[in-house]
């Protein structure tokens, strides 16, 4: 029997430049899981925001088990039984587990003083409930994203809501992370509570959905029961259009070797990696969350050191001590997480363009700032970000706007290496496909990118070779004809190993 938990009535709401929300209606049955999906900046966290309490609606109702509520703030939300996982990480690097997981809800004892001995052994008690192998002080900075994310479920769920929000969840997790997310969704779900869930992975919608919805520019398309339709269905209700295929791949021709990699090493985190890459290609890096990608890409990039091991950009070493030196020798890197290297919330889209680009705009001792202006908004109309004007607060851009944002800023530096650390994150299909072909362009021009993805169709799609890593050991290199999901992970998962594999 159906029994509707949540329901949101002729909701409207604007920004400044934008209708984000215009007259939705949507319920949320108990016990049941609600998929909310749509393109970056349809009005998903939004919606979703409102009824946390961030945001007040313009008009429109909430009410929850029939009965209308007023939600002021996210305490007020907590009152009314709903929690929400956010999809931007917002977090205080110095922040310790502890404080994180209680801030907000910090609980008093008798003599009204915060009950630190009470936190301590909550969180170590949850700690050990969910084998996590930090303690209550580690400080979040110590932490990987997927280790914050984690916490962050934790922390949601911990509230024992009947309604939890989960806006893009699974977005820096490891596939183990997201079984064990999905085994407590059940869970929740057979002890009766509701669960509105954004993703853009369609893999993980069908999987976990009752409900799917489809919003499209601010508007609800559609509201169907899981069984009742097709992932192509729910794509075509997203983009308002048929995609002719989802990777753009064109065949470049190889140059001459324009990077490598000899034996890099730094003690823990990877051992002995040696690769290449010539103008004109895209090199896939592939392998389980913690495998060492990321660590080996930082200290390509500059940002980690290494004990061992050399770089040679055209045959000639190069030093990449600093950040500084490798921009200037052409290798240039964006970051899996963008909160902590990619933006600067406050400031507008333009000056987040142009903060890592000053130098191209500076001349004969001017800041041209019409050329700057230019370059910048061609970038982004090409890049379809969506932003009321180039002076919005980054921080107001939908998450997968925000992401556009970071990749504008370092395709106008030019770089002829670009090292993309899960680029298509939390980007929705549409705007996948614009990077893609961008990606492609940029090759055209005698010059290479280094993709590290955990999306193994992403990486099949668009690379010309694929590295395989498992445990900070590089397992081989495959070519497009060897491109196999099953060898790939196979050798992420370190059962097999292709040797000998130079490919010159
Ligand atoms: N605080 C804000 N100030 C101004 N505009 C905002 C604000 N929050 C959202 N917007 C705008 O509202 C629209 C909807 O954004 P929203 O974040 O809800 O999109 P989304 O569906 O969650 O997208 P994504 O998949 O990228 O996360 C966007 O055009 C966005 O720029
Ligand atoms: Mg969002």
């Not at 949507?26 to 016990?31: A, E, N, R």
């Not at 090199?283 to 060492?292: I, K, N, Y």
Request: proline share 4%.
């Amino acid at each position: 029997m159906e029994e509707i938990k949540l329901k949101v009535s002729k909701i409207e709401k604007s920004f400044p430049g934008v209708k984000a929300l215009d007259n939705i209606n949507f319920s949320v049955q108990k016990g049941t899981v609600h998929v909310l999906c749509g393109e970056n900046g349809a009005g998903k966290s939004t919606l979703m925001k409102i009824i946390n309490g961030v945001y007040k609606p313009d008009a429109g109702t909430i009410a929850i088990d029939g009965q209308k509520v007023e939600i002021k703030n996210p305490i007020q939300a907590r009152a009314h039984g709903i929690s929400m996982i956010f999809q931007e990480l917002n977090y205080i690097p110095e922040m310790t587990v502890e404080e994180s997981l209680f801030v907000g809800r910090l609980p008093v004892n008798k003599f009204h003083k915060v009950d630190w001995k009470e936190i301590r052994k909550r969180t170590l008690e949850l700690l050990k409930a969910e084998g996590l192998p930090y303690s209550p002080t580690t400080q979040l900075k110590d932490l990987s994203v997927s280790d914050i994310q984690m916490l962050e479920i934790l922390k949601a769920i911990s509230y024992k809501s009947d309604i939890i929000i989960m806006d893009e969840p699974t977005s820096a997790i490891t596939d183990k992370e997201v079984a064990l997310l999905f085994e407590k969704i059940d869970k929740l779900k057979k002890n009766g509570a509701s669960i509105i869930y954004i993703s853009h992975k369609m893999d993980e919608i069908f999987k976990i959905a009752d409900e799917i919805t489809v919003l499209r520019d601010g508007s609800v398309i559609e509201t169907r029961n899981k069984d009742d339709i097709t992932i192509d269905e729910v794509i075509a209700l997203m983009v308002g259009r048929e995609l002719s295929s989802e990777y753009p791949k064109e065949e470049v021709p190889m140059g001459d070797e324009i990077l490598e990699v000899r034996n890099l090493t730094s003690p823990g985190n990877f051992e002995k990696v040696s690769f290449n890459l010539k103008d004109g290609e895209i090199v896939g890096f592939a392998g389980l969350m913690g495998a060492g990608r990321t660590e080996i890409m930082r200290a390509v990039f500059g940002l980690d050191p290494f004990t061992e091991g050399e770089i040679l950009k055209r045959g000639k070493p190069i030093d990449s001590s600093t950040v500084e030196k490798s921009i200037k020798n052409g290798v240039v890197m964006l970051s899996e997480d963008r909160r902590r290297f990619g933006i600067i919330p406050v400031r507008g889209v333009r000056e987040n363009v142009s903060l890592a680009n000053l130098k191209k705009f500076f001349y004969r001792g001017h800041l041209h700032s019409r050329d700057e202006a230019k370059v910048i908004q061609d970038i982004c109309r090409q890049m379809n970000v969506k932003t009321p004007t180039m002076d919005t607060s980054i921080s107001s851009l939908s998450g997968g706007n925000q992401q556009k944002v970071v990749l504008a800023k370092w395709m106008i530096n030019d770089p002829e290496i670009l090292i993309m650390d899960e680029p298509t994150r939390g980007i929705d299909i549409g705007a996948k496909f614009e990077i893609y072909k961008l990606m492609t362009s940029f090759v055209k021009k005698k010059k290479a990118i280094i993709m590290v993805s955990s999306e193994l169709p992403e990486l099949i799609g668009m690379c010309d070779r694929i590295y395989v890593m498992s445990k900070g050991q590089l397992m081989g290199c495959l070519t497009r004809d060897e491109f196999s999901q099953e060898t790939i992970m196979k050798m992420a998962t370190g059962v097999m190993k292709k040797e000998s594999d130079n490919e010159n």
